[in-house]
């Protein structure tokens, strides 16, 4: 069951062989940060895979970046439940993701429903 401030968090460390990867896969130029796409898919495994986990779909996001993310730097993605609304099976998330020295890289909201949303 689900519970207002439960938390899951993932760590990902982007090498130049993962910006060329994702380069070839979308057109875009390679470039020597780590992509926002890239960061945003961090929150969309967790929220599709640890939490609320799987059945989950997305309906808002929104993400404000406020730094660039270094290659080869650990980044550690976290979302946190802020409401749950059980009767229409919605569940509110903070979503951050910070480099190693606390740097906030980005942050922001997803709404999403779930099955299993406890009161």
Known sequence: MMETGQSATVRRTYSAADLLA??????????????EPLIAALFSYLLGVK???SGTNYLKQELAFKAPAPLDTELTATVEITRLR????????WARCTAPDGTVICEGRSLVKAKDVGA
């Open 22 to 35: 994702y380069a070839a896969l979308s057109g875009a130029a390679p470039e020597s940060q780590v992509p």
């Open 51 to 53: 939490l609320p986990g």
């Open 86 to 93: 059980p009767e229409k099976h919605l569940v509110d998330l």
